[in-house]
């Protein structure tokens, strides 16, 4: 089952650099077409794009990336799956580099190498040691928690208007947001189908406790994947897609390793040394991340 995770979130990857290259080009065009100069998507900007073509389609195949990722999710643990979305940054970087006839320089080939080999040794240690105990009550008020505050804090960024906030803030939004979104989707999907919360649900036998819990967790995820999505709409702004997805496949895997070790136990069986191994796989993975945002041909072109 985690040769299939594997390979769902590999596809998963590769359809959401394919849906972020058509989204990007789609509000790129969209900003540029607004009489006032603006590093921020408005909402009658984002109204529009309900209605472009590359959008739609860009979202579409989004929305496929979040099925084949919740399946992946549903089958093996979230610090197994949840890293190989980073492959969706090499993806984007070469598909941008296509589209825009920018020519990869050895500093992006580098970096992308640094990205693959960093992930690709996370991900072999992860199945070697990953577990799935079971979610109890007592971890999902923890992380529910963390959740409700995290929405709050960055709801102030939508009260507030998105004039107030650079760009960065957007993309640190997103990573953050959808980390929760995929801890709580393993979560949700977790309780429901493997811990007997559907069984309950069609038998009508609730469980207060239990089942209100899941629920808001459900609710949470929600929450946070629509806000998630106007981070990234705005981050779309700032630039090509890479600068988002770097973004993105950095914090976004990070936030939701560190769920996954501290409050699911995923890593309970994992000894010092492969520990070690993660810590240096995943800063492998991230030194690789960064340079490919600092020294992509594309971000370094004068505006």
Known sequence: MKILAISLALFSAVALAVGTQLQNGAVGREAKSSPATTSHLTFRQLAKLLRHPHWISGAAISALALILQFTALLIAPLIL????????????????????????NKASITAICLCTFGLGAFVVMAHQVAVEPEIDD????????IAVGLIVGLG?????????FKPLTFIIGAGVLYGFVATLTKVFLKRMFAQGGFDRLITFQYEPTTDTLTLVAFIC????????GWFVQNAYTSGPPDLAIAGLTVIDPLVAISIGV?????AMDASW?????????????????????KVHPELMKPS
């Open 273 to 293: 040394p492969i520990m070690l191994g993660f810590l240096a796989s995943g800063a492998v993975a991230v030194v690789g991340v960064y340079l490919l945002s």
């Open 221 to 228: 995820m929600i929450t946070a994947a629509l806000m998630g």
């Open 262 to 266: 501290v409050l699911l136990n995923e």
């Open 156 to 164: 102030t960024v939508l009260l507030r208007g998105a004039t107030k």
């Open 138 to 145: 007592q971890s999902l008020i923890l992380i529910l928690v």
């Open 81 to 104: 799956v949840q890293p190989i979305g980073a492959i969706a940054l090499v993806v984007t970087s070469i598909l941008h580099a296509r589209v825009t006839r920018t020519k990869l």
